[in-house]
């Protein structure tokens, strides 16, 4: 776990976390944990409120899952184009916990 410190004063609200989940982009690949933003997105709303308990209980404690900090750098190509031999076309893109994005989004 992560130790944040000092983040009491942040105050995670429903709103925050609805608007968040509007903002995810659809149709990306999922992280680590295999989560897309479709199954936020399409969730039942009670989700909005479970996030919010787990978001605010890391902030109340000053912990962050492991987790959360984890990617998969997988290589993207720049220009389909261009030579796809040559690494100068391609560049790293990392996905990361959607979970993650929105508490990173929220807080």
């Known amino acids: 776990m992560y130790y944040v410190g000092g983040t009491n004063n942040i105050s995670v609200t429903v709103q925050n976390i609805e608007q968040a989940v509007n903002k995810l982009s659809i149709k990306k690949t999922a992280g680590t944990d295999g989560i897309t933003s479709e199954h936020i997105l399409y969730s039942h709303p009670c989700l909005?409120?479970?996030?919010?308990?787990?978001?605010?209980?890391?902030?109340?404690?000053?912990?962050?899952?492991?987790?959360?900090?984890?990617?998969?750098?997988?290589?993207?190509?720049?220009?389909?184009?261009?030579?796809?031999?040559?690494?100068?076309?391609?560049?790293?893109?990392?996905?990361?916990?959607t979970i993650s994005k929105i508490f990173e989004s929220v807080c």
């Open 48 to 97: 909005i409120v479970h996030l919010k308990l787990l978001f605010h209980m890391m902030l109340l404690h000053g912990y962050v899952p492991n987790n959360f900090g984890l990617g998969v750098v997988v290589p993207k190509l720049k220009d389909k184009n261009g030579d796809q031999t040559s690494i100068d076309n391609y560049r790293p893109v990392t996905l990361s916990s």
